[in-house]
């Protein structure tokens, strides 16, 4: 069988803490791709006052959410940069079934990787987190706390613990995420692209597990 992917057009799918930030930046090191978010996208059209970026601009000052179309658009213009051509991995996109068909009529995604983790290890994850409320440097008590307790070791603020990172907030966006994905994760299996990763595993036996992952799928990926 020689169907050898030339391009890597990733979707990287998790509940929060799964690790999927860890992974995109070691997968676009890895084949030399680019980690697109549409909170980075959003950012870039904004400094670069863009006709799209003032209306961004606008519509984030007013409080009010960026529309699906707008950032689609936005999206749309994005890969098409030149260092799309060989791929990308969105990360955050799509978060619901209108946006997963708007991406399915410009482009032909290659791989869609769920990192999954359970609700109870991803609030186990960021109950650990903390941060400071005046550089916003992030500490995790076991993992790397801060030298000493409550103090920020770079500007001496308070390091403390996010109102979004309680376990009864941190459940709600888990059932949102829960509720989103599923029907996302239904139809890139229907199209034979989705890769299932357990999430409970060191950094480096994840990037493994994905990269045997895609080889399974496809054939060589480098
Ligand atoms: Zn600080």
Do not use: W
């Not at 940069?81 to 997963?100: A, E, K, S, T």
């Not at 109950?127 to 993992?143: A, E, F, M, P, V």
């Amino acid at each position: 069988m020689n169907n050898k992917k030339n391009t890597h057009k990733i979707v990287l799918l998790g509940p929060q803490a799964c690790g999927k930030g860890t992974q995109g930046k070691i997968l676009s090191e890895l084949f030399g791709i680019s980690r697109i978010s549409t909170g980075d996208m959003f950012r870039e059209e904004i400094t670069n006052k863009s006709e799209l970026g003032i209306k961004i601009q606008n519509l984030i000052s007013e409080g009010r959410l960026v529309s699906d179309e707008l950032t689609f658009k936005l999206l749309k213009k994005r890969l098409s940069n030149i260092d799309c051509r060989n791929g990308f991995i969105l990360d955050g996109y799509p978060r619901n079934i209108g946006q997963v068909k708007y991406l399915d009529s410009i482009t032909n995604i290659d791989f869609v990787i769920e990192i999954d983790i359970s609700n109870r290890e991803a609030v186990f994850r960021i109950k650990n987190r903390r941060i400071c409320d005046k550089c916003g440097t992030s500490y995790d008590l076991k993992l790397f706390p801060s030298k000493k307790e409550g103090i920020c070791d770079k500007c001496g603020g308070n390091v403390v613990r996010r109102a979004d990172d309680y376990p009864e907030a941190i459940k709600k966006r888990l059932m949102i995420y829960r509720n989103e994905v599923r029907p996302i994760l239904k139809f890139y299996k229907k199209k034979k692209l989705l890769i299932k990763i357990n999430g409970l595993n060191t950094v480096e036996n994840i990037t493994e597990r994905i990269k045997n992952g895609m080889v399974e799928k496809m054939g060589e990926i480098i």
